[in-house]
């Protein structure tokens, strides 16, 4: 199975603040992603990225930007972070058809 | 407009029942997959099905895909306590160059000892 790691398990951050969540998977897929997941929405797609600097925007980039230099490591960025951005966010990678999660951060933003 | 639509959303039982979730959309996927989700971490796969009319079993757990590609089941016999969790379906498409997976918002199951 494809091992995914997310840089931090929780955070809590301030209004304004510019936030990156780190995601890196340990196998050469070109296919990463960043959800979030809310209570009664279930996961929304933020951006999805299918290869080094290449990406794509996903339902709801607003506010959100990635950064995907190395073909491993797809980077999410919080321009300036807002109380509704507080979330659960998750990352990953699609190995052919399947999709393989980090383990989540919850994020909190005051 | 919600693609994928899981029922029921929240599922309470009691150790040793039987339970069927189900997963229905108005789209044809090429394939689709189940995951559970344990509070505060992520999704992890349970099983992919691909052709129309596929049954997997996983011990306890049986999944079919509809024979038109657009719903699928997962029927847990004999539930048990650590089968709790969160089980979310998600369709599966290629466009272009990629692969999209478009996921249903869940079945939150408990089972209680």
């Known amino acids: 199975d494809v091992k995914v790691t997310q840089s931090s398990r929780y955070l809590v951050k301030r209004t304004g603040e510019k936030v990156f969540l780190e995601c890196v998977q340990d196998m050469d897929h070109e296919n990463m992603f960043w959800y979030r997941q809310d209570p009664g929405l279930g996961l929304r797609l933020i951006y999805f990225?299918?290869?080094?600097?290449?990406?794509e925007k996903g339902d709801i980039p607003e506010g959100y930007s990635v950064s995907r230099e190395k073909k491993e490591r797809f980077s999410l960025i919080l321009e300036s972070a807002s109380t509704n951005q507080t979330s659960m966010y998750l990352c990953?990678?699609?190995?052919?058809?399947?999709?393989?999660f980090g383990q989540g951060t919850r994020l909190t933003v005051v | 407009t919600q693609l994928l639509k899981q029922s029921p959303q929240f599922l309470s039982i009691q150790e040793g029942e039987n339970l069927t979730v189900y997963c229905n959309s108005s789209s044809v996927f090429s394939s689709l997959q189940w995951y559970r989700q344990e509070p505060g971490e992520g999704p992890v796969l349970l099983v992919t099905v691909v052709t129309g009319g596929e049954v997997k079993k996983l011990k306890r757990l049986t999944f079919q895909f509809g024979d038109a590609r657009k719903d699928s089941s997962l029927h847990i016999t004999a539930a048990q306590p650590g089968d709790t969790g969160l089980y979310l379906c998600?369709?599966?498409?290629?466009?272009?160059?990629?692969?999209?997976?478009?996921f249903g918002k869940g079945t939150l199951l408990t089972v209680n000892p």
């Open positions: 998600a369709g599966g498409r290629r466009g272009g160059s990629n692969y999209k997976l478009t």
């Open positions: 990953g990678a699609i190995r052919r058809t399947e999709a393989f």
């Open positions: 990225s299918y290869d080094v600097k290449m990406k």
